[in-house]
């Protein structure tokens, strides 16, 4: 059974300039899914890392609505802008691409930042909250890290450790910008592979922006690509047939082929 737990009413995206507003899109009408890895795409400067940032209630929406299901026990929506920021800390988890500057600080102890939601004042972690931490360390596959100091990690392993911070966080959303960028090839199969399995397993509604085309094409549930003149939504194969995907990519000497979705070059 499909479950929403976002859902986007007409919303429209932007933000205030000295000029006036830019609008960067609007009249999005959209669900994203509980269970699915959502691949959002889409060319430099589209707006994508402000669509995140506004779905992340960062930064106000110019217009609509973006309604939230803060728990399966209830079949209301609840506007975002409803919500407290301690209450969205506890609904979404954000992981975004820029590294980390953290020193004398192991990979347990960064983890263990994701559960300050849950915490007192004085940011005290309980037995409980430990037992979290430890959970989503092996979880994310890093338990050979735990007593690592963050800052002689490779861009990969950091990454995870970012990712488990988030499941540490118990959110039932989780965004991610560019989860993969700086990342060689086989570790962003294995990122974008834990991703899927993760929304899978533990229930995760899970949207991430990634310029890797090809392996969201395989490995996403579902994609948003944005373009100028709006969103197309759909499976992969959904929007290749479409011939979204094909417009987006194709170039002189570049073709896309909607059945195998696939990227050919032309070396001539």
Same mark, same amino acid.
């Given at each position: 059974?499909?479950?929403?737990?976002?859902?986007?009413?007409?919303?429209?995206?932007?933000?205030?300039?000295?000029?006036?507003?830019?609008? =960067?899109?609007?009249?999005?009408?959209?669900?994203?899914?509980?269970?699915?890895?959502?691949?959002?795409?889409?060319?430099?400067?589209?707006?994508?890392?402000?669509?995140?940032?506004?779905?992340?209630?960062?930064?106000?929406?110019?217009?609509?609505?973006?309604?939230?299901?803060?728990?399966?026990?209830?079949?209301?929506?609840?506007?975002?802008?409803?919500?407290?920021?301690?209450?969205?800390?506890?609904?979404?988890?954000? =992981?975004?691409?820029?590294?980390?500057?953290?020193?004398?600080?192991?990979?347990?102890?960064? =983890?263990?930042?994701?559960?300050?939601?849950?915490?007192?004042?004085?940011?005290?972690?309980?037995?409980?909250?430990?037992?979290?931490?430890?959970?989503?360390?092996?979880?994310?596959?890093?338990?050979?890290?735990?007593?690592?100091?963050?800052?002689?990690?490779?861009?990969?392993?950091?990454?995870?450790?970012?990712?488990?911070?988030?499941?540490?966080?118990?959110?039932?959303?989780?965004?991610?910008?560019?989860?993969?960028?700086?990342?060689?090839?086989?570790?962003?199969?294995?990122?974008?592979?834990?991703?899927?399995?993760?929304?899978?397993?533990? $229930?995760?509604?899970?949207?991430?922006?990634?310029?890797?085309?090809?392996?969201?094409? $395989?490995?996403?549930?579902?994609?948003?690509?944005?373009?100028?003149?709006?969103?197309?939504?759909?499976?992969?194969?959904?929007?290749?047939?479409?011939?979204?995907?094909?417009?987006?990519?194709?170039?002189?000497?570049?073709?896309?082929?909607?059945?195998?979705?696939?990227?050919? =070059?032309?070396?001539?």
């Amino acid at each position: 059974m499909e479950i929403e737990s976002i859902i986007l009413k007409n919303l429209s995206i932007g933000y205030h300039t000295k000029n006036g507003t830019r609008m =960067v899109a609007d009249g999005i009408n959209a669900a994203i899914r509980q269970e699915e890895l959502t691949c959002l795409l889409g060319a430099n400067g589209v707006g994508k890392s402000t669509l995140l940032r506004t779905l992340s209630a960062f930064q106000p929406k110019l217009g609509g609505e973006i309604l939230l299901f803060p728990s399966l026990n209830t079949h209301h929506p609840t506007p975002i802008t409803s919500f407290s920021d301690k209450e969205l800390s506890r609904i979404i988890g954000v =992981v975004l691409t820029e590294k980390p500057d953290i020193r004398n600080m192991t990979v347990r102890e960064l =983890v263990a930042l994701g559960r300050s939601p849950y915490t007192g004042f004085w940011g005290t972690l309980h037995n409980k909250d430990w037992q979290v931490v430890d959970e989503a360390i092996e979880a994310v596959g890093i338990s050979n890290l735990r007593e690592r100091m963050v800052h002689t990690l490779s861009d990969g392993e950091r990454q995870k450790v970012m990712i488990a911070k988030a499941l540490a966080q118990q959110t039932p959303v989780i965004f991610l910008d560019e989860p993969t960028a700086f990342l060689d090839f086989p570790s962003k199969v294995e990122m974008m592979q834990l991703l899927r399995r993760l929304a899978r397993t533990a $229930q995760k509604t899970i949207f991430l922006s990634t310029h890797d085309f090809e392996l969201a094409l $395989q490995v996403a549930d579902r994609l948003w690509l944005m373009e100028s003149k709006g969103v197309s939504i759909g499976t992969p194969q959904e929007l290749a047939e479409s011939g979204a995907l094909a417009r987006y990519v194709e170039r002189p000497g570049i073709t896309f082929d909607a059945q195998t979705l696939t990227v050919r =070059v032309n070396s001539e």
